[in-house]
């Protein structure tokens, strides 16, 4: 092999080191939002069908999924306490 062979080789590789570095951050970010909006969901869901009976409804709207999501269990809490302060 030619030593242009090998170094526009070694180049092509950095770029595409270079390449995903860049865009798999922000698509990892995306993949740890989207599934904290599952799990955000899937509480919501869970606290409509339990409160049912006392008259507890959260609705379900990107904010509530996103705080019942990256909060977890003391982001239900809140939206609970929230709903039960305002209504």
Do not use: D
Not at 5 to 30: C, D, E, K
Not at 47 to 73: D, E, K, R, W, Y
């Amino acid at each position: 092999m030619e030593w242009k062979t090998i170094v526009l080789s070694l180049l092509g590789l950095f770029g595409l080191y270079l390449f995903g570095t860049i865009f798999a951050r922000p698509l990892v970010l995306l993949g740890k939002l989207g599934l904290s909006l599952v799990v955000g969901g899937v509480l919501l869901a869970l606290v409509n069908f339990v409160c049912s009976g006392l008259g507890i409804h959260i609705a379900m709207n990107p904010v509530t999924l996103i705080t019942a999501g990256i909060l977890q269990i003391p982001g239900i809490v809140l939206l609970v306490l929230a709903n039960y302060v305002v209504l």
